[in-house]
């Protein structure tokens, strides 16, 4: 018996390493998987230096580990198979669909035999969601709360400390102009990761991204030291400024743990714990800041994991907008005079990282209104983001941010220049008008949002979640202003698809 570790799996706290210790164990480092897509180089850095440094300390710890450098996974297998023929192999469930099915059958091919066991590295089981769940209504709040209650989490007694389940309103402070978020800690690579940036350096010398000097954790220990840091400077005005965009501030009071989370080096759990002991200890950790890491950690994270996990096959194909527009460059060069896109795809060039709110009312919202295809988005979210696997991008992307399929998500999350005005200070600093919808320095987001629901009014103008804005839609149309709107937008797309900052009229 041989327990297979897989690359975001890297944890001895749980599953089959927890549960027998004296096993030998199996790593499997293929090249082909950090070559099939232009990932971004940090991410390539990132997993297999995060599995070197596991192996290693595994290693420290007396076990006994085999670890195949290799081209595919097969050729891994094969080494191992030639020298254990017909082992048993027994591994963690993996996160993606379908993945479990295509290892069983390379190990059947091989003549070896391989025992899926539940994937620990999450706090909700398959079976107590399903049995929540129970087929009825998909909602992340209710999911949240019912979690609250089994866990204890924040929880006096029945009832959610101080008073009130959710503090998202509490969430959407605006930083002072002199405000000053605390550094975010960076880890210097070290041998390891040196050695794993130069195996790699040849799939990254043509990369579209621009990294800065790598400084991702990429041990439990550096996890675990992130996750002090955040605790100890950050917590305290994470809840305030959750929704918050500054320019200049990538990352403002965000916690930055999702890499080592959605890696196995840090445990949903005692991260979780450990933020609510913060809070219960010190005097500086407000109610909207623990709150929301606790939802953003056992609420949404858990969540879509397994909406993700309901919602395959179908919402890898869903589609219900029907859009099919090209992705266009700026998602890859970051050249763009749009403020608020040229910080946000250029923090993920430069490190493959940008906060949630510029996830989804920037990069999503300005893909939604263009009309990207959003599996073509669910691509560049996977390849560009160091903490994106298919289980994460596809229910944020493909249901949330682009009302693709038809699993959680109540109203398209579109947004024109409006909304990114209020939440952010990139429009001062912007080449255009926030306040203006046509003209050649009219914001973009404007004409498409208008465009965006012009177009869709089929799909969307029953959503009685959307009746205010069609009646300011049917405002426009009824001024006439409607057809030199969609001129404009048409515009943007044409002058966006090749690369071009919309200047027309
Ligand atoms: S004006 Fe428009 S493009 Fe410029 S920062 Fe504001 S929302 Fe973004």
């Known amino acids: 018996m041989t327990v297979l ?60 580990v085999e670890y195949h450098v290799v081209e595919t996974f097969g050729d891994g297998l094969d080494a191992h198979f030639d020298a254990h ?43 107590e969601f399903d049995e929540w769940y129970d087929g009825g209504t998909l909602r992340h709040e209710d999911f949240y709360r019912y979690l609250r209650r089994e866990t204890g989490v924040l929880m006096d007694g029945d009832d959610p400390v101080g008073g009130e389940w959710n503090y998202d309103e509490a969430n959407r402070e605006t930083p002072p102009a002199d405000y000053e978020p605390p550094a975010v800690p960076t880890f210097e690579p070290d041998a390891t990761t040196r050695a794993v940036q130069d195996d790699y350096a040849d799939l990254n010398a043509e990369s579209w991204a621009a ?25 305290p005005d994470f809840g305030p400024y959750e929704d918050a965009m500054v320019a200049g501030e990538p990352t403002l009071d965000h916690a930055l743990l999702s890499a080592p989370l959605n890696l196995g080096l840090l445990g949903p759990r005692e991260v979780v714990e450990r933020a609510v002991e913060a809070s219960e200890s010190r005097d500086d950790v407000p109610i909207e800041s623990v709150e929301g890491f606790v939802r953003q950690i056992l609420g949404w994270r858990e969540f879509v994991r397994h909406a993700y996990r309901v919602g395959m096959p179908a919402l890898a194909d869903a589609n219900r907008l ?22 946000a795809v250029g923090g993920v060039r430069e490190r493959g990282y940008a906060h949630h709110i510029q996830r989804l009312m920037v990069l999503s919202n300005f893909a939604l209104l263009y009309g990207v295809d959003p599996h073509e988005l669910n691509r560049w979210f996977h390849v560009a983001f160091v903490d994106g696997y298919h289980w994460v991008s596809t229910p944020n992307t493909v249901e949330m941010g682009q009302y693709a399929g038809d699993l959680f998500a109540t109203k398209p999350y579109a947004a024109s220049a409006n909304y990114l005005d209020r939440m952010g200070d990139y429009c001062a600093g912007c080449a255009y008008d926030p306040d203006a919808t046509t003209g050649a320095d009219a914001c973009p987001f404007n004409a498409l949002y208008w465009d965006f629901l012009a177009e869709n009014e089929d799909d969307l103008r029953s959503n009685h979640r959307m009746g205010l804005v069609y009646s300011h839609l049917d405002d426009k149309r009824d001024a006439d202003d409607l057809a030199g709107i969609r001129e404009r937008a048409e515009g943007v797309r044409a002058a966006m698809s090749e690369g071009e900052s919309p200047r027309n009229e």
């Not at 971004?40 to 599995?51: G, I, N």
């Not at 000097?213 to 840091?229: K, M, N, S, Y």
Request: proline residues 8%.
């Open 5 to 64: 570790v897989l690359g975001d799996q890297l944890t001895r706290r749980v599953g089959p390493l927890a549960a027998r210790p004296d096993e030998r164990v199996l790593m499997v480092e293929a090249r082909a998987f950090a070559a099939r897509h232009p990932y971004h180089p940090h991410k390539r850095t990132l997993v297999a230096s995060a599995m070197r440094h596991f192996r290693d300390a595994l290693r420290d710890d007396g076990r006994d």
């Open 85 to 127: 023929p017909g082992d048993d192999l027994v591994v963690m469930r993996p996160s993606s669909y379908g993945a479990a099915d295509r290892l069983r059958d390379l190990v059947a091919a091989r003549d070896g035999a391989l025992t899926v066991v539940e994937n620990e590295t999450f706090c909700c089981s398959p079976a």
């Open 211 to 235: 990294p800065e000097p790598f400084g991702w954790p990429v041990t439990r220990a550096d996890a675990l030291a992130a996750l002090e840091d955040f605790c100890e400077h950050r917590l």
């Open 322 to 343: 029907d859009a099919t527009r090209d992705l266009p460059p700026v998602y890859w060069d970051g050249d763009t005079d749009m403020a608020c896109l040229d910080a």
